[in-house]
T-cell receptor
Framework: GQNIDQPTEMTATEGAIVQINCTYQ??????LFWYQQHAGEAPTFLSY??LDGLEEKGRFSSFLSRSKGYSYLLLKELQMKDSASYLC??????????WGAGTKLIIKP | IAGITQAPTSQILAAGRRMTLRCTQD?????MYWYRQDLGLGLRLIHY???????GKGEVPDGYSVSRANTDDFPLTLASAVPSQTSVYFC????????????FGPGTRLTVL
């Protein structure tokens, strides 16, 4: 079967750095997405990785290792507005997105 | 402002009733999707459409139907609602299929009693 694993919840302090991990087992791989979802709102796109390595975009970076079936999202200089759920999704062999349950990130002052 | 709209925002429905959730996008995207989101579970694909006139089944299609008569609209119909269909429903679109970024509508919160 296909499976995406993420921690259910994480807590971090304002101004700090946090790493949210995602491991996956899917039938095929055509890229991995990270989305942010604030409570009661729609998911919004953060990043896309298809090749191994680190992609940096401002305070957010995303890393992929295809051989390990592993990705992480790194958030730096945390702000209160970063309190949200972070969703990992993999595009499988049929180019359909398989979604993890999401990681709820709580930022404390 | 370009984007995706969904209607209604929320709805309480008696079991056995028929319900259509509406989704419209003005980005001229070819592909559209319907997902449901339940607490503790990831988004699950119900149906999708890669282009106007075509539709396909996702992971959890039973009890739902869709149509794609034109590029902009992608309604989702529950023929006879059941309590297990209580969920938040998101419509999304992407320029093409495959690895293009998906853009989501604001969601419809549906409660079936």
């Amino acid at each position: 079967g296909q499976n995406i694993d993420q921690p259910t919840e994480m807590t971090a302090t304002e101004g700090a750095i946090v790493q949210i991990n995602c491991t996956y087992q899917t039938s095929g791989f055509n890229g991995l997405f990270w989305y942010q979802q604030h409570a009661g709102e729609a998911p919004t796109f953060l990043s896309y990785n298809v090749l191994d390595g680190l992609e940096e975009k401002g305070r957010f970076s995303s890393f992929l290792s295809r051989s390990k079936g592993y990705s992480y999202l790194l958030l730096k200089e945390l702000q209160m507005k970063d309190s949200a759920s972070y969703l990992c999704a993999v595009s499988d062999s049929n180019y359909q997105l398989i979604w993890g349950a999401g990681t709820k990130l709580i930022i404390k002052p | 402002i370009a984007g995706i709209t969904q209607a209604p925002t929320s709805q309480i429905l008696a079991a056995g009733r028929r319900m259509t959730l509406r989704c419209t996008q003005d980005m001229r995207h070819n592909a559209m999707y319907w997902y449901r989101q339940d607490l503790g579970l990831g988004l699950r694909l119900i149906h999708y459409s890669n282009t106007a006139g075509t539709t396909g089944k996702g992971e959890v299609p039973d009890g739902y139907s869709v149509s794609r008569a034109n590029t902009d609209d992608f309604p989702l119909t529950l023929a006879s609602a059941v309590p297990s269909q209580t969920s938040v429903y998101f419509c999304a679109s992407s320029e093409g299929e495959g690895t293009d970024t998906q853009y989501f509508g604001p969601g419809t919160r549906l409660t079936v009693l």
